[in-house]
């Protein structure tokens, strides 16, 4: 159960489609806390909650989730979107590599969208008085933890992500106390966005998605006033910023 949560919560997962947001909303469409799910993604496919077409790197995709949700409080918003390579985008392992046009496609969708995403849910939020946000993030965005370089754009992306929820959660504190922020790393996990990249990850450290969000879950089950604004691994653990 949640801790920080009523009975009866709204809950809406960003990225529902794949990979690690598709194992959350299995998990939580049979949530004994859970009244309502909402499944949100570009594709808008959904086998759980009401499956909502949403693009959140615009205004109009923003606008279609709060219109999905009627008005209704919002108790739980999970945001997994993020982008590691797809068109016009690659992990960059040299300086030579790094490109404007990948570097802001970058930002926008790994940084700039939870926030702006935050930012039009926040009626929502601040009317259940007591709310859950957990942003999925990449331990690669740690700055201090960044012994390894390369990946320019997307390290870069997440680091300014997690300074966007550290700053947010700061806010919330002053002006929506009941709402709590936390930045999430889920560990590596097999989908489609780390598929290309984890044939070096050994097997115990490469979780499935259906894993991964349950860790999260647990995360989030146990989280009150002391998780809000930080950095936590799928383990619990502390993520140096
Ligand atoms: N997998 C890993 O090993 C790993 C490790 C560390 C951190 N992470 C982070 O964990 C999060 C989830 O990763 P994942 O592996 O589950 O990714 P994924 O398999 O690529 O899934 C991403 C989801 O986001 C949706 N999406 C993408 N852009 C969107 C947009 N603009 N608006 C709405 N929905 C959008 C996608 O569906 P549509 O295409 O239908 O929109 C899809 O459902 C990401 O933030 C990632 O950076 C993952």
Redesign the pocket.
């Known amino acids: 159960m949640f801790q920080h949560l009523p009975k009866g919560c709204n809950a809406l997962v ?9 194992a959350l909303c299995a998990q939580l469409a049979s949530h004994p806390q859970v009244n309502q799910l909402y499944a ?6 959904s086998a759980h909650g009401i499956a909502v077409s ?5 205004q109009e ?1 923003r606008q279609a989730l709060v219109k999905a949700l009627g008005g209704a409080p919002l108790h739980l918003l999970i ?6 390579h797809g068109e016009g985008l690659a992990p960059e392992k040299r300086l030579e590599s790094l490109t404007e046009a990948a570097f802001m496609d970058s930002i926008r ?2 940084a700039l ?1 939870q926030a702006l995403t935050v930012q039009a849910l926040l009626p929502h939020l601040a009317a259940a008085g007591q709310a859950l946000i957990g942003h ?5 965005g740690s700055i201090g933890d960044n012994h390894l370089g390369g990946w320019y754009s ?1 390290r870069a992306a ?1 680091a300014a992500q997690n300074q966007l929820n550290r700053t947010l959660a700061v806010e919330l504190g002053r002006r929506h106390p009941g709402v709590l922020l936390l930045t999430l ?10 598929r290309p990249f ?1 044939q070096n990850v050994p097997p115990e450290r ?2 499935s ?1 259906q894993r ?1 969000a349950g860790q999260l879950l647990a995360i989030l089950e146990v989280a009150g006033p002391q998780a809000h604004g930080g950095f936590w691994a799928w383990d619990g653990s502390a993520i140096p910023w």
Do not use: E, W
């Open positions: 960003i990225g529902a489609s794949q990979g690690i947001g598709r949100a993604s570009r594709s808008g496919q949403a693009d959140i790197c615009t995709g945001n997994t979107v993020g982008r590691l969708v790994n969208a999925l993030s990449a331990r690669v997307y997440k790393h889920p560990g590596t996990t097999d989908t489609a966005l780390s984890g490469l979780f998605p991964a």
